[in-house]
């Protein structure tokens, strides 16, 4: 049977029509990530955003703020500034942070062949993450939590935890615990995470970055500019692209952020093993995985929120007699009988 020109045409038609709706669905995300990172780079912008986060749970927030006064009171951590939006973080910050390190070296060894071999593609991964993927990795899963609990007992610490709580001001969802593995991409070009950006979960937040081996250049270190630095250094790039017809985009080069004068505030996380810092990639522009051939670097993560985001699944039950770690981790798919059976996909620097 004969087929007809119209109907030869109808998957071409539809595949157009589904074609533009993604891109104006795309357009439309976009512009509104925008209109986001604007306001909250801006007194007035972060204010109004704040109070319509209070607005959609005014009785959680409450709660949490009332329980960090509380907590504060004994177990306060003041290593980041307000201003800056950071701070150092060594093993003498912390108590037992050597354990957690070589806990960390142990689940390395135990997964390098894995790694080696690249990542595979996940069903529904777009080619972006994929892309990334084969420069940055997430090791962590579930289960190697639920393994060597010791690593979120490091998370909800009264250091750890009271490093987050004096900055946040709020007892904080601990969202995510990880291991990210950075090695070199093919190519000289710069992508993704390699360009400075900030993050785009909640108005603000605190991540550890802590060096698993000692980090030089060649291993590409975690790369940041202090919050109010960062904030200076966005309105300029943002007003020349403007003024160029240039698009908004979320990365910024490094000969953006030169232009308007803010190499010299550039600090990098080079040292040795157990060296690290504390930051709210929220404020702070930041970039990482620049990895020289031949080099790697691998660094423990930690992240708090201010707003419940899709993370890891702990163990709620090892906690609740500790209530304030327990409020840290209620929102934990784990505590609501669900499983992640892989990492986060959203990767940090």
């Not at 038609?13 to 512009?31: E, F, Q």
């Not at 929102?331 to 620097?349: D, E, W």
Request: glycine share 8%; charged share 25%; net charge positive.
């Amino acid at each position: 049977m004969a087929v007809s020109a119209a109907a030869k045409a109808a998957p071409t038609l539809a595949g157009r029509l589904i074609t533009s709706v993604l891109k104006v669905r795309n357009d439309v995300r976009r512009r509104r990530a925008d209109l986001y990172y604007r306001m909250r780079s801006t007194e007035r912008g972060f204010a109004m955003l704040r109070a319509a986060e209070y607005m959609r749970s005014p009785r959680e927030i409450a709660r949490r703020r009332a329980a960090a006064l509380g907590y504060n009171a004994t177990h306060a951590n003041p290593v980041m500034t307000a201003q800056g939006g950071w701070g150092p973080v060594s093993p003498g910050t912390f108590d037992g942070l050597d354990q957690v390190l070589a806990t960390c070296r142990t689940i390395f060894d135990e997964k390098y062949a894995e790694l080696e071999r690249g990542p595979e593609r996940r069903i529904g991964e777009s080619k972006a993450t994929m892309g990334k993927r084969q420069f940055l990795r997430n090791i962590l899963m579930d289960d190697d939590l639920r393994r060597h609990p010791e690593l979120v007992d490091f998370a909800l610490s009264d250091e750890a935890l009271g490093i987050a709580t004096s900055y946040l001001g709020s007892i904080p969802y601990l969202n995510r615990i990880d291991m990210l593995y950075s090695t070199p991409r093919p190519g000289e070009d710069l992508v993704k995470s390699q360009l400075f950006h900030v993050d785009p979960e909640g108005l603000t937040q605190v991540k550890f970055f802590i060096n698993v081996f000692d980090v030089g250049d060649a291993e590409g270190p975690f790369t940041f500019i202090p919050a109010d630095a960062s904030a200076r250094i966005l309105r300029e790039v943002r007003r020349l692209r403007r003024e160029k017809g240039l698009p908004h985009v979320g990365r910024y080069t490094d000969e953006e952020v030169a232009a308007v004068g803010g190499t010299g505030a550039i600090v990098s996380l080079k040292g040795p093993r157990g060296s690290g810092v504390s930051i709210d990639t929220s404020k702070c522009l930041h970039l990482g995985s620049r990895v020289a051939p031949g080099a790697f670097r691998l660094v423990f993560y930690v992240q708090y929120c201010t707003t419940s985001e899709n993370g890891n699944a702990f163990d709620l039950d090892r906690y609740r007699e500790r209530p304030v770690q327990a409020l840290a981790i209620a929102h934990s798919v784990h505590a609501t009988g669900g499983r992640l059976k892989h990492a986060p996909r959203r990767m940090a620097g």
